[in-house]
């Protein structure tokens, strides 16, 4: 847990922060295509492809913050929303093309609610949470999860589509628990000093 900085409007313009909010820009294009591909149930290459580019993007955009020094409290902010637009907007789409069951996207969905809520207002006290290599993980997982969804020659096997996502879903919230249980023990430190 340390003091988090404020945040500085010139830091948008960073290289890195600009990838990201490409990254948030671009996520409807996805979202559109998997829509669109409702009689596949959304599975596609142009979806698949998108997907892929978005998420490369993902890693793109953290290589170039780390390799240039410009990591900035506005990327740290940005990434897991541009993270969280992206899952959870697709996530959502392949429900509604009868892709993916319900229930484990909502309970992606209200994990993922509830850790930027907790996020926002340990902020608000001036404390931050370092993300734990898990958490990287859990997003690679449920991107995973989407690519099986998007692959068309796994059309027809729901099996894999449906491991995929509650696999997701046990990592999605070992890493919520995680997290609130490391800031619930931060804020006690914090208001120990």
Known sequence: MSHVETYSWADLRLTANLITLGRIAASPVLFVLILAASDNRGA?????????????SDYYDGWVARSSGSV?????????????VMILGASWC???????????????????????AARTRWAREGLSLPARLSAKYKTLLQGAALIVAALPPLEEHDWASSLAIWLAVALTLYTGWRYLADGRAGAIAAADQ
């Open 44 to 56: 596609s290459w142009s979806v698949l492809t998108v997907g892929l580019v978005l998420g490369a």
């Open 72 to 84: 900035s409290r506005w990327g740290a902010f940005l990434d897991p929303l541009a993270d969280k």
């Open 94 to 116: 392949f429900v509604a093309v009868d892709r993916l069951f319900w229930v484990p996207v909502l309970i992606i969905s209200v994990r993922e609610l509830l850790v930027s």
